[in-house]
């Protein structure tokens, strides 16, 4: 194997390593973004939970 070969190899080997941690990486992110979207959706629920009941304590005063 000439010098030509083992740097081409090493080229790939380090783009396929690059590219693992890319896969990762944007995993990584995917579950984040899913995370937060559920707490934000936790977060809307609850409020409006707090607002229904606001609206009924209103409604039996009225």
């Known amino acids: ?5 083992e740097m081409q ?3 790939q ?5 690059l590219q693992g ?4 990486a944007s995993r990584q992110d995917r579950t984040e973004q ?3 979207r559920q707490r934000a959706d936790e977060a809307r629920q609850s ?15 009225g």
């Open 13 to 17: 080997k380090a783009k396929q390593k």
């Open 9 to 11: 190899d090493k080229a």
């Open 47 to 61: 409020g409006q939970a707090s607002f229904d009941d606001i609206q009924d304590e209103m409604d039996d005063r």
């Open 34 to 36: 899913e995370r937060l």
């Open 1 to 5: 194997m000439g010098i030509k070969d």
């Open 21 to 24: 941690k890319r896969d990762e």
